[in-house]
Each structure stands twice: as C-alpha cells, then as structure tokens.
C-alpha cells in the first residue's frame, strides 16, 4: 500500500484555470504538508496541517488554498493559473511529538505545467 | 531561521568509488537532521536521520552520515558507490521544540554515476 499518494501525477492546464490536487496518507499521522519544487529542485515549504489545522503558511500567493477534510487527506487548490505555478508539487506526512518536528514521508509528487 | 547548505550541485564518481557529500546548517541548537533521496521522477525517500545519541547513524542502502557539532556538518558517505545511487540528495534540517513542524532543505547535490 502506498503510504503517501497524490492525484494526478501529471497535470496540464491552460493560465487562468483553476485545479486541484489532492493528497492522502495512510500513515496514521497528524500533519501534512505541501511543497513547491522549482526547475532548479528547490524545495520550499508552503504549507503545513496539524489535526486539520493551519500551522505553517509561507509566502505563497493567496490564489493557493489548501483544504484538510480530515487528518488524512490535504488538497491544494489553486485559482487563476499563472506561468510561474509550474513546478513538482509534493505532499508529505509526518507524527508530531512533543519535542518537535520529526521525519516526514513524501508522496511521488504532481507535476503541475501551465501554459 | 534555520539554513542549510549543500555547497556541491553535482558530484560524478566512479562506480565502487568511495562517496562523501557534504551538508552544512545553521541553528542555533543542535537540530533534528535528515538525508533525502530522489531518483529521477519520484518522490524524496528518507536515507537516515540524527536526533541526537551517537552522532555516526546508519541509514538505508548502506548509507551513513556523521553529526559533527564544531563544524555544523551532517555529511553523507558511502563506501561503495552502485550505478543505482545515481540522484538528487537532498540535506534537511527541522527545529526541535513544540509545535514546529517545518523542515529546511538544501538546494540539492545531483550525483552521477559511471559504470
């Protein structure tokens, strides 16, 4: 079974559309993220969920808004398509501990091209 | 802010050659650290990790790093290179303490393999 899974792998979409993409883990864990990975493979944080709450929400655009239903899913939804959104995106999960954070546990990520 | 450095991009060795890629990081305490590993069109699979203990920690795929705290390092080696190692490596550094979640990473050493 796979532990952290994205939909769809590949995503083409024309500027000003609106998708989303979605992400489940079957891990049992509490907080779930999405990074950006650019042309040069930088990987930047943009978001962050703990038990369905907000707790990380770098600079991105607000045309980003990421919805967690419950503690297994988080999609990201995005509104008017710009050229820049073309990137690998990656949904992660990790366990929480008191102390901080811990390992976390990549999805196979969502190629997004926009034209 | 936390900060990492991987001051090689890309890195070419022999097959059955010796590896060592570097990682430096920025924190003002000792920190919680991570290798990733991504092959071509996949997602990041965690190599190993330090949280604290014994500062030489064994990973997968006969990976392993070393924390040294006076030189702010966690560099990855392995002694034997297989044309399969062939990825990115990613360095990551997360912050202990309650409620911080987020992982730092670095820009990436891209390794290349000949047979």
């Known amino acids: 079974d796979t532990a952290v899974s994205q939909t769809p792998k590949y995503l083409v979409t024309q500027m000003g559309n609106d998708k989303s993409i979605k992400c489940e883990q079957n891990?049992?864990?509490?907080?779930m993220y999405w990074y950006k990975q650019d042309s040069k493979k930088f990987l930047k944080i943009m978001f962050s969920?703990?038990?369905?709450?907000?707790?990380i929400n770098e600079t991105v655009p607000n045309r980003f808004s990421p919805k967690s239903p419950d503690k297994a899913h988080l999609n990201l939804h995005i509104n008017s398509l710009e050229l820049g959104d073309s990137a690998v995106y990656f949904c992660?999960?990790?366990?929480?501990?008191?102390?901080?954070?811990?390992?976390?546990?990549f999805g196979p990520g969502t190629r997004l091209t926009v034209t | 802010a936390q900060s990492v450095t991987q001051p090689d991009i890309h890195i070419t060795v022999s097959e059955g050659a010796s590896l060592e890629l570097r990682c430096n990081y920025s924190?003002?305490?000792?920190?919680?650290l991570f290798w990733y590993v991504q092959s071509p069109g996949q997602g990041l699979q965690l190599l190993l990790k330090y949280f604290s203990g014994d500062t030489l920690v064994q990973g997968i795929k006969g990976f392993e790093a070393e924390f040294k705290r006076s030189q702010s390092s966690f560099n990855l080696r392995k002694p034997s290179v297989h044309w399969s190692d062939a990825a990115e490596y990613f360095c990551?550094?997360?912050?202990?303490?309650?409620?911080?979640?987020?992982?730092?990473f670095g820009k990436g050493t891209k390794l290349s393999v000949i047979p």
């Open positions: 992660a999960s990790s366990q929480a501990r008191l102390a901080g954070s811990y390992e976390q546990y």
């Open positions: 990551a550094v997360g912050a202990p303490g309650a409620g911080s979640y987020q992982l730092t």
């Open positions: 969920y703990n038990n369905k709450e907000l707790i």
């Open positions: 924190y003002g305490a000792t920190p919680y």
């Open positions: 891990l049992g864990h509490d907080t």
